[in-house]
């Protein structure tokens, strides 16, 4: 069974384009998104695939995550079927990526909290029994913009942190430029 309308393509959306749009359609396939920030001195271009929840595009789905720094797994809290799902790509993360995925889950839709059949317990208990390590667990609404930005931090930070000792070619597919900006002196021309 695949669940679609956790709001994975909301979460995304609240934080590169600080939109939302309740009447949300489905992702066919993947949809491709960027972002560049500056962490800890550091210029990062994120690039995020947003994939479709839909059985049919479960096959397309390792060509996208192939190669990947990152993953947020997103579940609804108002659905228990969600997480379930959540599990299921867990358990392809688990036999398809190496052990240094970063790797944070996100239970979407906070906002409607009087509805939850998640229970974060249930979510922290999961994590732990994982053989993969999960990096974050977070609880955000891409409703009310409510933690995302904090998801989308701490991702970043992790992966400037591995940069540390590291060739940045070798370790990182996501694109990571130190100094990319350029001073004021060849802003001017200056010598």
């Not at 049919?56 to 797994?73: C, E």
């Not at 906002?111 to 999960?134: A, G, M, Q």
Request: overall charge negative.
């Amino acid at each position: 069974m695949f669940i679609t309308a956790v709001g994975k393509t909301s979460v995304a959306l609240r934080y590169i384009k600080n939109t939302f749009s309740p009447n949300g359609t489905s992702t066919i396939g993947a949809s491709f998104l960027t972002k560049k920030l500056i962490v800890d001195e550091t210029v990062v271009k994120l690039q995020i695939w947003d994939t479709g929840g839909q059985e049919r595009f479960r096959a397309m789905a390792p060509m996208y995550y192939r190669g990947a720094s990152a993953a947020i797994l997103v579940y609804d809290i108002t659905s228990e079927e969600s997480f379930t799902e959540m599990t299921s790509w867990m358990e392809e993360l688990n036999k398809n990526m190496s052990e240094d995925l970063i790797i944070h889950v996100v239970g979407n839709k906070i906002d409607l909290e009087s509805d939850r059949k998640v229970p974060f317990s249930k979510v922290l208990d999961y994590c732990d029994r994982l053989t993969l390590i999960v990096n974050g667990i977070h609880e955000v609404s891409a409703k009310e913009n409510q933690g995302i930005d904090d998801v989308f931090f701490e991702i970043t930070q992790s992966l400037v942190k591995k940069l540390n000792g590291h060739d940045l070619y070798k370790t990182m597919t996501t694109d990571i430029y130190q100094n990319e900006y350029p001073t004021a002196a060849e802003k001017s021309g200056c010598c």
